[in-house]
């Protein structure tokens, strides 16, 4: 039995489980009163940033044929859209995902029985799913980071270069009402810039959550046809000689909990996977 405690599924997908419980979409917690309280104030104010773009994209820039702004607004608003989609698919299939995590943690329980080789399969397989997790972190911070420093530096530098602070806005955005009036002042500019900047977060903890869950399923999936692979081929193998018949039942035994999932899961997660 392998007792090494890096195959565990809460440690290993550690980063994806908890932005999972930060945006609330996590299978396993309970959708009551506070949840939904949680989730609408949480929702709430990213949708409030991505109100003001589609305001001043769609009556302000496309009416002035600036179509670069209303490109460059209008990304926020797929952004918010896409973000959106995994929220219903995460809430509508919730037990679907939650049956297919669990049987992941199970078969990594029974991975630990295994002989080392196979073992390593199962481990290697996770630690793929795991790069996968990383880069889909490392991508979306790096996108964040960037856009956040085109305001954040030439703030600095004005400041260093003059000695006064001057408010830089992330987006050129026309504001209705009076806050188009307000928006260059310090504080508003300020609130707007941590407006947006929330819903940079917002959007980076559901992409680290959402889209990095289906690769992840897929490749344990595989690892799990390896496994089968691997046991088939050593059947006829000299040292397996007169256990062909044992050998064989146990891969068809393993190759259907591999596909113990009807056809209307796998289409969810190609579903979700391609949002």
């Known amino acids: 039995m392998n007792t090494c405690d ?3 599924f809460e440690k290993i997908f550690q980063t994806m489980l908890k932005a999972m419980r930060l945006n609330k979409t996590h299978p396993n917690i309970p959708r009551d009163k506070k949840w939904f309280l949680k989730f609408i104030i949480m929702y709430g104010i990213f949708m409030l940033g991505i109100s003001f773009a589609a305001y001043s994209t769609f009556f302000h820039d496309l009416k002035d044929g600036n179509f670069s702004q209303a490109c460059y607004h209008g990304v926020l608003i797929v952004i918010f859209t896409v973000v959106s989609l995994y929220h219903i698919v995460m809430r509508w299939h919730r037990f679907r995902f939650q049956d297919l995590i669990n049987q992941m943690k199970e078969d990594y329980d029974v991975a630990k029985h295994f002989a080392v080789e196979d073992y390593n399969v199962v481990l290697d397989y996770a630690k793929r799913g795991k790069m996968i997790m990383y880069t889909w972190l490392a991508l979306a911070l790096s996108c964040v980071i960037i856009h956040q420093l085109s305001a954040i530096l030439p703030m600095v530098h004005n400041a260093a270069m003059t ?3 001057q408010c830089v806005h992330l987006y050129n955005i026309t504001y209705p009402g009076n806050l188009e009036i307000w928006k ?3 504080s508003v500019c300020l609130s707007l810039f941590a407006l947006f900047t929330y819903g940079y977060i917002y959007a980076v903890i559901m992409y680290i959550a959402g889209p990095a869950l289906g690769p992840i399923l897929m490749l344990h ?10 046991r088939i081929a050593e059947t006829y ?3 397996n000689k007169g256990f062909e018949v044992h050998n064989l039942k146990l891969a068809a035994k393993h190759l259907s ?5 009807d056809v209307s899961d796998l289409l969810v997660l190609d579903t979700y996977m391609n949002l």
């Open 184 to 186: 260059n002042e310090t």
């Open 237 to 239: 193998s000299k040292r």
């Open 221 to 230: 999936g595989c690892g799990q046809l390896e496994l089968v692979r691997r």
């Open 163 to 165: 000695g006064e602070f």
């Open 6 to 8: 890096e195959l565990r």
């Open 257 to 261: 909990m591999t596909y113990k999932y």
